[in-house]
């Protein structure tokens, strides 16, 4: 029974995206908390749901540092010599920039 509201939590999920019924960042939190009720766990969807944050939080709180970190180190013009040096080795090409190998 669990797994088949886990399936239907996907399914349903990849529906109301694909069908534009529904923005992602809605879908993401109402379609989990209402088959999670279905599912009988209405009582500890609050502890569930904070045990979720407090493993996510590190991961986003780096990933939003690395964004910061990045998009400074771009405008600032760290990565322009780097680029300049890649575009004049492959003579402006972008086909070239791929790496190929032949066997």
Do not use: H, N
């Given at each position: ?25 809605a879908?993401l ?13 209405g ?61």
């Amino acid at each position: 029974m669990l797994s088949l509201l886990g399936f239907l939590t996907v399914f349903i999920f990849l529906y109301l995206i694909m069908s534009k019924r529904m923005s992602v960042t809605a879908a993401l939190i109402i379609v989990p908390v209402i088959t999670a009720l279905i599912g009988g766990f209405g009582a500890s969807i609050g502890k569930m749901i904070l045990d979720g944050i407090i493993k996510v939080a590190p991961t986003g709180i780096m990933l939003m540092f690395a964004i910061f970190y990045f998009g400074l180190m771009l405008e600032v013009g760290m990565f322009a010599p780097l680029v300049e040096r890649l575009v004049r080795l492959v003579k402006g090409d972008p086909l070239r920039s791929c790496w190929q190998q032949r066997f």
